[in-house]
């Protein structure tokens, strides 16, 4: 078979999506969004004070991880609840898109952000 001026060895394919600092451009997008409107940010900062608060034990001490969890579930929930309705090739792109947000990546920077302010 022709090499057609490609090298003998195999290239691998880059599979790095990351994007302005997030796992991908649909987490970016999302969280921009997040951050960019002043009401829905403090909704949920306000709901991952409250997931974190919820897994205060009798030290008081906090478990970051489960509050991620619990918020994670939530943001996926409440975004897919609220997608427009759509049919065709353009719902087939949006939930492709919205199945690469990395959920739990927005909802630590909002438990961290949370922890933060409870320091204070």
């Known amino acids: 078979m022709p090499n057609h001026g490609q090298s003998s060895t195999n290239k691998q394919m ?6 302005n600092g997030y796992t991908n451009y649909e ?7 997040l951050d960019n409107d002043q009401g829905m ?8 004070s409250a997931a974190l608060e919820n897994t205060e034990d009798q030290e ?5 991880d489960q509050a991620v969890s619990d918020l994670e579930d939530r943001l ?3 975004h897919e609840e609220n997608l427009p309705e759509i049919t065709g090739f353009a719902a087939d792109l949006l939930n492709a898109a ?3 947000v990395n959920w739990s990546e927005i909802a630590r920077s ?6 933060e302010a409870a320091k204070s």
Do not use: I, Q, R
Not at 14 to 19: E, V
């Open 14 to 19: 880059t599979t790095d999506k990351s994007y």
């Open 41 to 48: 940010h403090d909704f949920w900062l306000e709901n991952a």
């Open 110 to 115: 909002l438990v961290e952000s949370a922890v």
């Open 76 to 78: 996926k929930e409440e």
């Open 27 to 33: 987490t970016w997008v999302v969280n921009m969004w």
């Open 60 to 64: 008081g001490e906090f478990d970051v």
């Open 98 to 100: 919205m199945s690469e």
